[in-house]
């Protein structure tokens, strides 16, 4: 989290360092309409200078994954930039449009300074920009309107994912729109000091997501065709595991932790689903697909043998590296999935990584079935698992973790399950003396 944090703090006190360079507010004596029209433009900078950047994070690239901590963390921070995108953009509108309306309603004076003739533009930008002028203002503020509504329904939970997907595409457009309003409107002197050039750079790049965005194009490259080799619906547990085969040109493989966006339904989009299997160089990838939702809760009914399916990735840099000889894994439920492929790692050199490993398994109602074939994953990578019935031994905190493996400050703990589990769980071991820096998990909300 403290790459995404710094990265967000970069950019927002960057361009606000950049915009006070250009502005220089401390060698000007500002009236309301002057005041007004500065913070328009600091505005105006911030609100896209977070679309910008979302919109790049958005075209999931690798590169940056390891900078930012993985994929989750980039679209933790995409979340991020949106938000504030939202937040900051209705501050510009209340200083662009709202300023006007509340004059119009008389609740308060403004004295405008009498206007010249307009001065003859020196270049065809400068004519450009003149001639655009009322056309970007329009354009702007309708494109504002579509964007706020189509983050806040990206932000709501309960707005059906299939929905989502189809909507959020259209944020592109807005962008697109908000682009042109912000080259014709921004302060014509800033293009004469750094803040504008690099905003002309994130709008580039933003502008390049858009429209790969738009296209369809995301992940292309990363795209490999495969078939359902096999589904097993676990009722008991409503957890369905699907086995996919993919053409083995197309998939260069994947180390245990990873996930995918897997597409079942075009209609339905890509959804992000933890890998279970080791890589083994036959095309072969295994899901553990807890129903959680609408989606996944008709999954077991809709899939069968023979369907076909995209996987796009492998993302994610939960990779179980660590300088630490010990390590402690903490699986919450469906949690347990990354680490079923790091068993299935381990079991094929048995075991010999130079790590002790202590496994908690943390469920309600354990399947006596799987829980027998993850003793045996265990017992062949040389892992001591450890099986906690939530029902019957109550839920897993940093005392009884600290209790159970005694050299725990000489371990990295790797956490997979729900938030709140985890959340917990780091805050106990920090009050403990641990190091929140080794506790390592993924943050699997991608909206």
Known sequence: MKKIKWTYAILFVGLTLLWLMAEQPWAQSYTLLSLRSALINYTGILAMGAMSLGMMLALRPVSIEPLLGGLDKSYRLHKWLGVTALGVGIVHWLWATGFKWAAGWHWFEVVRPPRGARPPAENFFMQFVQDAHKLAEQVGEWASYIAA??????????????????????????????????????KFGYWQSPVAWVLALL????????????LRKIGHQRRALGKIEAVDYNAAHQTLRV??????????????????FVTFSDGEGAHPFTISSAWKKDGLLSFHIKELGDYTAKLPAALKAGDGAT?????????????????????????????????????????????????????????????????????????????????????????????????????????CGPASFGHSLRQGLAARGFHVEHFHQELFDMR
């Open 149 to 186: 509504i189509l983050i806040i329904l990206a932000l709501v939970k309960r707005f059906p994912y299939r929905y989502f997907f189809n909507t959020h595409r259209l944020i592109a457009l807005t962008y697109l729109a908000l682009v042109f309003h912000s080259v014709v409107l921004i």
């Open 203 to 214: 709008m580039a790049g933003g502008t390049l997501g858009a429209i790969v965005s738009l």
């Open 243 to 260: 086995d996919i085969r993919l053409a083995r040109d197309r998939w260069e493989g994947h180390a245990a932790g990873q996930f995918a």
């Open 311 to 415: 996987v796009e990735g492998p993302y994610g840099c939960f990779h179980f590296g660590s300088d630490k000889p010990r390590q402690i894994w903490v699986a919450g439920g469906i949690g347990i999935t990354p680490f079923i492929a790091r068993l299935e790692e381990l079991a094929r050199t048995e075991g010999k990584t130079g790590d002790a490993v202590d496994l908690f398994y943390s469920v309600q109602k354990p399947d006596e079935t799987f829980v027998a074939q993850l003793r045996q994953l265990a017992e062949a990578s040389g892992v001591t698992l450890h099986l906690i019935d939530s029902e019957r031994d109550g839920k897993l905190d940093a005392a009884r973790l600290c209790e159970t493996v005694s050299a725990w400050q000489d371990a990295s703990l790797w956490f």
